[in-house]
């Protein structure tokens, strides 16, 4: 079925550092993706997103490119501030279809 | 506009209570779900509704029940909680129904523990 790939672990970093979170999907035609972002405390909130292929989606500072040709959809940050420290989801869905298949997450945590 | 609003916000029960989760949206958006969100694991889709008087069953719907007499309100009932149900679990929202837009809005969820 439809799944999400992140990569394994938390990411830490000191603040001005470029960030790179990795996510491959799996599906069997063009998903839309997204980028979800979770602050501590708090419910997640879209990040980015982009509906097809060779999109890029962007906010705060943080982009990500739909690549059909590697089914992924990494996520990137050039200078990455103390306030970026949250918990990052990659995410699927497919136009129609009422599910939104999560990837597990990656912490993220800056040091100033 | 409060957005998608959940209580209570920490919850501890015994083997075996029942309990209601709540959940209400102030956006009149038809597509309500509930995900659970577990270490390593991500976040899980247990139940969604797409309106008023339609719900449907997600990944993980065992043990969970749900129904939808208002496009406002979407609780999530357990019905014999069970230590496995300990989580946190989060309402999300979007307009549209089935096709409708993809930007979901979440709560701030509930932390369930179940001793």
């Known amino acids: 079925g439809d799944s999400v790939t992140q990569m394994e672990g938390p990411v830490t970093l000191s603040e001005e550092a470029f960030l790179t979170i990795n996510c491959t999907y799996t599906?069997?035609?063009?998903?839309?993706l997204f980028w979800y972002v979770q602050y501590p405390g708090e419910g997640l909130q879209l990040l980015l997103k982009?509906?097809?292929?060779?999109d890029k989606g962007s906010n705060k500072g943080f982009e990500a490119t739909y690549r059909k040709e590697t089914t992924s959809f990494h996520l990137e940050k050039g200078s990455v501030q103390v306030s970026d420290s949250a918990v990052y989801f990659c995410?699927?869905?497919?136009?129609?279809?009422?599910?939104?298949?999560f990837g597990k997450g990656n912490q993220v945590v800056v040091i100033p | 506009n409060a957005g998608v609003t959940q209580t209570p916000k920490f919850q501890v029960l015994k083997t075996g209570q029942s309990m209601t989760l709540q959940c209400a949206q102030d956006?009149?958006?038809?597509?309500m779900s509930w995900y659970r969100q577990d270490p390593g694991m991500g976040l899980r889709l247990i139940h969604y509704?797409?309106?008023?008087?339609?719900?449907d069953q997600g990944e993980v719907p065992n043990g969970y029940n749900v129904s939808r007499s208002t496009t406002e309100d979407f609780p999530l009932r357990l019905l014999s909680a069970a230590p496995s149900q300990t989580s946190v679990y989060f309402c999300?929202?979007?307009?549209?129904?089935?096709?409708?837009?993809?930007?979901?809005?979440f709560g701030p969820g509930t932390r369930l523990t179940v001793l």
């Open positions: 999300a929202s979007r307009s549209g129904g089935q096709g409708g837009s993809d930007t979901q809005y």
């Open positions: 599906a069997t035609g063009y998903p839309s």
């Open positions: 982009a509906t097809k292929a060779d």
């Open positions: 995410a699927l869905r497919f136009y129609g279809n009422n599910r939104l298949a």
């Open positions: 956006m009149n958006h038809e597509y």
């Open positions: 509704s797409v309106g008023a008087g339609i719900t």
